[in-house]
């Protein structure tokens, strides 16, 4: 069973840091490429940040990029986002997800239907 356990939202206001974390139990973490989406109140889910399974590439959505930065640490199953001058539009809660079924070393993914399992989600809220 994959155990997916979000960490570090918070009420912030516009500018500042906040740190997301993801714990992954399970499976072989080192196999699996990771991603971070979001869901604001009456919208999609959408695509925020991908890594690959060796942490040594990534992809970000265009709202984010140069604000926010994923890595992981795969001695401890753990995958980050770090969100910097957060904005109001960036309040959503926020979801890290991990793809089993199989990818190479190099790939990145962004669609919803690419991963496999899904964390609980952590609230970040941005105040202006």
């Known amino acids: 069973q994959v155990h997916l356990v979000e960490s570090g939202g918070g009420l912030v206001q516009a500018g500042a840091s906040l740190r997301l974390s993801c714990v992954a139990s399970?499976?072989?973490?080192?196999?699996?490429?990771m991603g971070w989406f979001r869901q604001a109140p009456g919208k999609e889910r959408e695509f925020v940040a991908s890594?690959?399974?060796?942490?040594?590439?990534?992809h970000y959505a265009d709202s984010v990029k140069g604000r926010f930065a994923i890595s992981r640490d795969n001695a401890k199953n753990t995958v980050a986002l770090q969100m910097n001058s957060l904005k109001p539009e960036d309040t959503a809660v926020y979801y890290c997800?991990?793809?089993?079924?199989?990818?190479?070393?190099?790939?990145?993914?962004?669609?919803?239907?690419?991963?496999?399992?899904w964390g609980q989600g952590t609230q970040v809220t941005v105040s202006s």
């Open positions: 997800a991990t793809r089993s079924r199989g990818s190479d070393y190099s790939s990145t993914y962004y669609g919803l239907r690419d991963y496999d399992y």
């Open positions: 890594i690959s399974r060796n942490g040594g590439y990534t």
């Open positions: 399970g499976r072989t973490f080192s196999m699996d490429p």
